[in-house]
């Protein structure tokens, strides 16, 4: 049914999302502009500009370079306590006979960085990071440009992703579209499948894993 399968990085294989959301209500609170979750929630699958321009709008006043450093800071220290993947992910990895490429709006050396610590490196014939393109999720770029990479039509491309950004990149990109939400609960406006777990996703598509 595919000739490739594309996967979200964080929140999708890795236990990401949870730290940085954490690490980033720890960083607003200490430069004095506490935030509820709810805020937090509109970061989730955004790249860094995109999230920036985000915090930038509701608080004008915030110093958004120690922000930043905070953020950063909290974030690596809950990776050095052990970066997680998510639920069948190793699994789901392990069975799949197809290519397989990750599409993430982290930048190359953070989602790299990432990958290693989990020891996934290997897995991947492509990563296309947000330096690989001129519009990051939800715009379809990311996905358009993994499905050229690797030589199949879009059309031809399973896509696992969590966020509605994601989700929405890879429709747009006209790719299959699995969305297993992480922080942020979805209708699936997005998606073809909608499922509580990678594999009960990658079953629905048709994928024998």
Same mark, same amino acid.
Do not use: N
């Given at each position: 049914?595919?000739?490739?399968?594309?996967?979200?990085?964080? $929140?999708?294989?890795?236990?990401? +999302?949870?730290?940085?959301?954490?690490?980033?209500?720890?960083?607003?609170?200490?430069?004095?502009?506490?935030?509820?979750?709810?805020?937090?929630?509109?970061?989730?699958? &955004?790249?860094?500009?995109?999230?920036?321009?985000?915090?930038?709008?509701?608080?004008?006043?915030?110093?958004?370079?120690?922000?930043?450093?905070? #953020?950063? @800071?909290?974030? &690596?220290?809950?990776?050095?306590? $052990?970066?997680?993947?998510?639920?069948? @992910?190793?699994?789901?990895?392990? &069975? !799949?006979?197809?290519?397989?490429?990750?599409?993430?709006?982290? %930048?190359? @050396?953070?989602?790299?960085?990432?990958? =290693?610590?989990?020891?996934?490196?290997?897995?991947?014939? +492509?990563?296309?990071?947000?330096?690989?393109?001129?519009?990051?999720?939800?715009?379809?770029?990311?996905?358009?440009?993994?499905?050229?990479?690797? %030589?199949?039509?879009?059309?031809?491309?399973?896509?696992?992703?969590?966020? /509605?950004? =994601?989700? /929405?990149?890879?429709?747009?990109? $006209?790719?299959?579209?699995? *969305?297993?939400?992480?922080?942020?609960?979805? *209708?699936?406006? #997005?998606?073809?499948?909608?499922?509580?777990?990678? !594999?009960? %996703?990658?079953?629905?598509? =048709? !994928?024998?894993?």
């Amino acid at each position: 049914m595919f000739d490739a399968i594309l996967f979200d990085l964080d $929140g999708t294989l890795i236990d990401t +999302e949870s730290l940085a959301v954490k690490a980033g209500l720890q960083a607003f609170a200490e430069v004095g502009f506490p935030v509820e979750l709810g805020f937090m929630h509109q970061l989730v699958g &955004r790249d860094e500009p995109s999230g920036a321009a985000i915090i930038a709008a509701a608080y004008p006043d915030l110093d958004r370079l120690l922000l930043q450093q905070r #953020w950063t @800071a909290g974030f &690596r220290a809950g990776m050095a306590e $052990g970066l997680q993947m998510k639920a069948g @992910a190793r699994d789901l990895l392990a &069975r !799949l006979t197809h290519p397989v490429a990750v599409v993430t709006s982290s %930048g190359r @050396a953070s989602a790299h960085h990432k990958l =290693g610590l989990v020891g996934l490196s290997d897995h991947f014939v +492509e990563v296309v990071t947000l330096e690989d393109v001129t519009a990051a999720k939800p715009a379809p770029d990311p996905y358009l440009l993994a499905a050229a990479r690797l %030589g199949v039509s879009p059309a031809r491309c399973l896509v696992f992703e969590d966020s /509605e950004a =994601g989700a /929405e990149a890879a429709h747009r990109a $006209g790719c299959r579209v699995v *969305q297993v939400p992480d922080m942020v609960p979805s *209708q699936g406006r #997005w998606a073809h499948h909608l499922a509580a777990s990678l !594999l009960d %996703g990658a079953r629905a598509a =048709g !994928l024998k894993v």
